[in-house]
């Protein structure tokens, strides 16, 4: 029986790792929950699974969570702590009972409780981007340091890690990341301008939160996972190339020094790399629909057009540049997307504010947590003074 927690409950990441959970009673039990501000949906969450320990970030929807667990008959013999804040979320990540952590966290707040939870000693299934991408260095030399396996549940680097399974990481020649262009990826850049939320938020083939698909209409999706698969499988950026594949099925690849192509490919369904890196290395049977190759008949790969998603080519430079620059990076895009979707700026505004925000910011080394949570606040401040 693995004992998990979960980072960012009441995401679509979240509720896919719940899924499993009540799928598999007899391999996972939940002992921890996190979310953001959602306390209706983390209460229906405690009253299905019964975890020991809760937290929110919202200090007010923890105490309305605490108010009502202690008003609901069903779960008057439930001892569950209710916790608030950064420092609640930490005491969830490192709950002694827990044998894997989900960082499933939207966004840089996940970087504290998904670092903490490494320096206790947790498995990690990683499927929040932002760890790796802020704090790359810090966070898999404290990994090596306290011995912890980082298991990606992204389905890119699932598929990288699937298709490196048994090889000589010296025989690797390039990594090849896979995306579907996102919903605008066929829309004329002079069209742009007038893209509202809601045209955004429509994608393709994968459904996913509001942040990230927003990220995967602007390409910045790819790049930080370009960041993220640099420091998960320690290849250089000039050996990890991207390629647009519109049929999401074909997940990412791995070439090899003689030519051979490593490719894991399946259906669009995020249940499948989820519930690998939470039961590895053994797989579980899903149920999912099998890939019939007959039906989709043909795959397609085009390289990305980064005149009209420069997000992408940001993400490399700030790979390149190193030391503060990613966290900078990362921080001018929340807030741009956070302004997008609120109606405060128009979508082609993201990438312009990203590159003011790293042209006026002098790269530092990233030595500690602490340099790269000051770069992460100047970065955030930068950027929103540019939008007022």
């Given at each position: 029986?693995k004992?998990?927690?979960?980072?960012?409950?009441?995401?679509?990441?979240g509720?896919n790792?719940l899924?499993?959970?009540?799928?598999?009673?007899?391999?996972?039990?939940?002992?921890?929950?996190t979310?953001?501000s959602?306390?209706?949906?983390?209460?229906?969450q405690?009253?299905?699974?019964?975890?020991?320990?809760?937290?929110l970030?919202?200090?007010?929807?923890?105490g309305?969570?605490r108010r009502?667990?202690?008003?609901r008959?069903?779960?008057?013999?439930l001892?569950?702590?209710?916790?608030?804040?950064?420092?609640?979320?930490?005491?969830v990540?490192?709950?002694?009972?827990?044998?894997i952590?989900?960082?499933?966290?939207?966004?840089?707040?996940?970087?504290v409780?998904?670092?903490?939870?490494?320096?206790?000693?947790?498995?990690?299934?990683?499927a929040?981007?932002?760890?790796l991408?802020?704090?790359?260095?810090?966070?898999?030399?404290?990994?090596?340091?306290?011995?912890?396996?980082?298991?990606?549940?992204?389905?890119?680097?699932?598929a990288?890690f699937?298709?490196?399974?048994?090889?000589?990481?010296?025989?690797?020649?390039?990594?090849?990341?896979?995306?579907?262009g996102?919903?605008?990826?066929?829309l004329?850049l002079?069209?742009?301008?007038?893209?509202?939320?809601?045209?955004?938020?429509?994608?393709?083939t994968?459904?996913?939160?509001?942040k990230?698909?927003?990220?995967?209409?602007?390409l910045?999706?790819?790049?930080?996972?370009?960041?993220?698969?640099?420091?998960?499988?320690d290849?250089?950026?000039?050996?990890?190339?991207?390629?647009i594949?519109?049929?999401?099925?074909?997940h990412?690849?791995?070439?090899?020094?003689?030519?051979?192509?490593?490719?894991?490919?399946?259906?669009p369904?995020?249940?499948?790399?989820?519930?690998?890196a939470l039961?590895?290395?053994?797989?579980?049977?899903?149920?999912?629909?099998?890939?019939?190759?007959?039906?989709?008949?043909s795959?397609t790969?085009?390289?990305?057009?980064?005149?009209k998603?420069?997000?992408?080519?940001?993400?490399?430079?700030?790979?390149?540049?190193?030391?503060?620059?990613?966290?900078?990076?990362?921080?001018?895009?929340?807030?741009a997307?956070?302004?997008f979707?609120s109606?405060?700026?128009?979508?082609?505004?993201?990438?312009?504010?990203?590159?003011?925000?790293?042209?006026?910011h002098?790269?530092?080394?990233?030595?500690?947590?602490?340099?790269?949570?000051?770069?992460?606040?100047?970065?955030r401040?930068?950027?929103?003074?540019?939008?007022?």
């Amino acid at each position: 029986m693995k004992k998990i927690v979960l980072l960012g409950s009441t995401g679509s990441i979240g509720a896919n790792t719940l899924h499993l959970a009540a799928d598999f009673p007899d391999r996972f039990e939940v002992v921890g929950l996190t979310a953001g501000s959602n306390d209706d949906r983390l209460l229906a969450q405690i009253r299905r699974f019964r975890p020991r320990m809760a937290a929110l970030s919202d200090e007010a929807a923890a105490g309305r969570l605490r108010r009502r667990c202690r008003s609901r008959r069903d779960l008057r013999d439930l001892k569950i702590e209710i916790l608030s804040g950064m420092d609640g979320l930490v005491r969830v990540a490192t709950l002694d009972e827990a044998d894997i952590v989900v960082s499933a966290i939207a966004g840089s707040v996940g970087l504290v409780p998904t670092l903490e939870a490494i320096r206790a000693k947790k498995t990690i299934a990683l499927a929040n981007k932002e760890p790796l991408v802020m704090a790359g260095s810090i966070v898999q030399q404290e990994a090596r340091r306290q011995g912890v396996a980082i298991l990606p549940v992204d389905s890119e680097h699932s598929a990288i890690f699937q298709s490196m399974a048994g090889q000589r990481r010296s025989d690797v020649r390039r990594l090849i990341l896979t995306a579907s262009g996102g919903p605008l990826i066929d829309l004329p850049l002079a069209k742009w301008r007038t893209i509202k939320p809601a045209q955004a938020l429509k994608h393709p083939t994968w459904r996913m939160g509001t942040k990230i698909t927003i990220d995967s209409a602007t390409l910045m999706n790819k790049g930080l996972e370009v960041i993220e698969a640099h420091w998960l499988f320690d290849i250089p950026p000039d050996r990890i190339d991207v390629v647009i594949h519109r049929q999401s099925i074909v997940h990412s690849m791995v070439e090899y020094r003689d030519g051979s192509v490593i490719a894991q490919m399946g259906i669009p369904d995020m249940r499948g790399p989820l519930a690998y890196a939470l039961n590895y290395p053994e797989r579980l049977p899903l149920g999912l629909p099998s890939l019939d190759l007959t039906k989709v008949k043909s795959l397609t790969f085009e390289p990305p057009d980064l005149k009209k998603f420069p997000c992408l080519g940001y993400a490399y430079e700030a790979l390149k540049t190193g030391g503060t620059m990613p966290a900078v990076l990362n921080a001018a895009n929340e807030v741009a997307v956070a302004a997008f979707l609120s109606g405060r700026i128009g979508l082609l505004e993201i990438a312009r504010l990203i590159r003011k925000t790293m042209d006026g910011h002098v790269p530092q080394a990233a030595k500690s947590l602490e340099d790269v949570l000051e770069a992460d606040r100047w970065g955030r401040e930068r950027a929103l003074k540019t939008i007022q």
